[in-house]
């Protein structure tokens, strides 16, 4: 009975071999790419956490600056985080406050120059909206009315479309064009919420020129 045991044991030991020597090597190899994978998981994980601390303090610098209207502090604030951590939602806020301050302080280019800087490289939908739409009213205030109308050609998500369409009415409404202005804001009107402030505003630069609010949105 044990030398049957022996024998099945060594048969047993044969199979394993003969496994290990066809799939040895694509099974070692394999548990070398999930382990690698997951240490730079692991790595990634810890450098994006390493990132956005390191950022925080960056933006923390940039909201003093911001904060005490210091405009060469902050344009060298600026410039470290956009250099170090442009990949960060800290770098794309930071350049969004420095433009308000630098429209505060009547900077306009260097805050129109800021706000693009967002449209352009922030990965996030929400901050590259608000970054056109904000770019779009400075370049509006200084008549590059075609740039303007440039920023609000990129996609917007349905939650801006009102207010891509009121601005660009804006826009069609400085150039002369009141019925392409008329046309974007009934899109802005129907597309907002009746009990919102906002809509009025939209109504009244209706009324202004002669457009009709269609008479479902006055139920």
């Known amino acids: 009975m044990a030398t049957q045991l022996n024998l099945e044991e060594q048969e047993q030991l044969d199979q394993?071999?003969?496994?290990?020597?066809?799939?040895?090597?694509?099974?070692?190899?394999?548990?070398?790419?999930?382990?690698?994978?997951?240490?730079?998981?692991?790595?990634?994980?810890?450098?994006?956490?390493k990132q956005a601390s390191e950022a925080a303090v960056m933006f923390d610098e940039v909201e003093r600056a911001a904060?005490?209207?210091d405009l060469p502090k902050l344009d060298r604030a600026l410039a470290d985080i956009r250099e170090r951590y442009s990949a960060t939602t800290f770098a794309q806020q930071s350049a969004l406050l420095a433009a308000k301050t630098y429209q505060d302080e009547k900077q306009a280019d260097k805050a129109q120059a800021a706000l693009v800087w967002v449209a352009e490289k922030s990965p996030?939908?929400?901050l590259r909206a608000v970054a056109r739409l904000r770019a779009a009213g400075l370049m509006?205030?200084?008549?590059?009315?075609?740039?303007a109308l440039q920023q609000l050609s990129a996609k917007f998500s349905p939650e801006f479309e009102a207010l891509v369409a009121d601005r660009r009415g804006d826009i069609y409404l400085a150039q002369?064009?009141?019925a392409e202005a008329k046309a974007e804001y009934l899109?802005?009107?129907a597309s907002l919420d009746p009990q919102t402030e906002y809509r009025?505003?939209?109504?009244?630069?209706?009324?202004?020129?002669?457009?009709?609010?269609?008479?479902?949105?006055?139920?």
């Open 124 to 126: 996030d939908e929400g």
């Open 67 to 69: 904060q005490a209207k």
């Open 200 to 219: 009025m505003l939209v109504e009244v630069k209706l009324n202004a020129l002669g457009g009709q609010v269609p008479s479902e949105d006055k139920k």
């Open 187 to 189: 899109k802005a009107h």
């Open 140 to 147: 509006l205030d200084a008549k590059a009315y075609d740039q």
């Open 16 to 49: 394993l071999k003969h496994f290990w020597r066809r799939w040895g090597n694509a099974i070692t190899w394999l548990l070398i790419a999930v382990l690698a994978a997951f240490a730079a998981w692991n790595g990634w994980n810890y450098w994006q956490r």
């Open 176 to 178: 002369g064009k009141p």
